[in-house]
């Protein structure tokens, strides 16, 4: 709205204001009548002080939260900052591996030749060159004069043995000649016709021994430093193993072959097969919660008499060989060829 519309308005109120005053009797002047015709519009007045230079207000509410706006666009990078304080000297690391090698430095610049060497001593003579190429052929020369006759050769080597004759008249036997020389194989002859079945033979005897033992649920958990004594039998029918004793004993002198079969259960496994007292191979197996599985053999050789067995070294807390109608802990041998 302008300024001079503003003004115009003002005016009519105050107008309407004094013709107000009149009609209700504080005018003494009029007793009644009509409102005149308004004037003309006033002159513009002078503009009023801009508002911008007047006192700031208070600081209004804080506003509600708005929502998230969009992600704004990555900031250009910082200068780079100053380096900081060196830090206080860390240990001596370790030596590092030996890199690979380099390549081959720019040839240097030529020295000066040294001095003239004495002579040398005169070297051995060197190898044969290598054959050169053969030449081309020449031409053929003029015919030569007839040679004189030569003296006889040496009789030349016999020639091929010719086809095979009829055989002759068998002739009375004469006196042993000188040996000759091997000659060539004959031709093979025909089949001759079977000779009569010979006597039977007497029957090789075959020399056996092996036994397969095993643990049972009154023999598991077996007690150390002892032999073992696995009293289920399994396979001993030359009884070359005692189950009394839990020894094997040799009785044909020979080369063996022992392996044992243990299962592992609530405590650990040390093993050791013994031949007359000395330990020759040792298993061991720690036990970690479930059923485990341990198991060892090796070849012998054996004089008759020799002990073999097996036992448990280190007191009961290895002794965990366990048996039951599920699993089972086995020690077998047997012969393989006798001396």
Known sequence: MSFARCFFLLLLVVVDYTAEQDITGKNPGCLSGHPGIPGNPGHNGVPGRDGRDGAKGEKGDLGEIGTCGA?????P????????AP????????????GERGPPGKMGPQGFSGPLGLKGVKGE????GPKGIKGDVGPEGPVG????????????????????????????????????????????????ETGEKGPKGDTPEILKSAFSVGLTAQSKMPASNIPIRFDKIIYNRQHHYNPESGRF???ITGTYYFTYHITVFSRNVRVALMKNG???????????????QAAGGTVLHLQAGDKVWLQVPGGQ?????????????????FLIFAD
Do not use: W
């Not at 990078?77 to 900081?84: A, L, M």
């Not at 830090?87 to 030996?98: D, H, Y």
């Not at 003579?125 to 044969?128: A, D, E, R, V």
């Not at 010719?162 to 031709?187: I, M, Q, T």
């Open 87 to 98: 830090g206080a000297e860390g240990l001596k690391g370790r030596r590092g591996e030996n």
């Open 125 to 128: 003579m060197g190898m044969p």
């Open 278 to 292: 000395q330990s020759v191979i040792h298993t061991m197996d720690n036990y970690q919660n479930n059923e485990d």
């Open 145 to 192: 004069p007839q040679g004189i006759i030569g003296y006889q050769g040496e009789k030349g080597s016999p020639g091929p043995i010719g086809p095979l004759g009829r055989p002759g008249p068998k002739g009375e036997l004469g006196p042993s000649g000188h040996k000759g020389s091997l000659g060539y194989r004959g031709e093979k002859g025909p089949k001759g």
């Open 249 to 251: 004993t040799c009785a």
């Open 77 to 84: 990078k910082g200068d780079k900052g100053e380096p900081g």
């Open 317 to 333: 807390l290895f002794n965990g060989l366990y048996a039951d109608d599920d699993d089972d802990t086995t020690f077998s041998g």
């Open 71 to 75: 992600k704004g666009k990555e900031g």
